[in-house]
């Protein structure tokens, strides 16, 4: 990922409409497989000249930022969020100037977003895990390069609690 000047990275859509600034080290780069994440990436894939979500296991990869670092920078008014069903509190967001898959929002309080790794351009920080991995494709052969898991591990959820501690901490100073 390529970092300005200050260490932040940009993320990308394809057309390069759509900009996001992200800040500071991510909390966690991961790979989920759960039924939603396929979902979603199969209906993001199927919007008329979309890029590939999807690895080609299941998986989906995002890089977590915590809100607070995380700003979109250009194309706002572009972004369409997309549900995978009525009252999730997910949103699939997506650049329609090119059905770029751009990151996961959520309408309640959860203090992180989910940008999707694909958008980042150059080196990217390692995968530290794949996780929702008993939802794989049946066929699907998950790769052994990284520590996986059935579900969200203690220490998928303790990277999460980590990251809203020093927010809070953060808003106190």
Known sequence: M????????????VCGSVAFRCSGAPIVCV???????????????????????MDVDGGTAYVMYRKDRFHCTAGAELLKAHKVRDGSATNRVVAVCCHSAMMLSFDDSKWWVSVYRPRFEGALPPLQMRVCTRFKPVA??????????PGFPAKFLAKQLAARMAMVLLARE
């Open 140 to 149: 699907a052969e998950v790769p052994k390069d990284v520590p996986s898991y």
């Open 2 to 13: 390529p970092e300005t000047s200050n260490g932040a990275r940009i993320a990308r859509c």
């Open 31 to 53: 790979v989920c497989y759960c039924d939603d994440c396929q979902l979603g990436s199969r209906r993001i894939e199927a919007l008329p000249g979309a890029s590939p979500v």
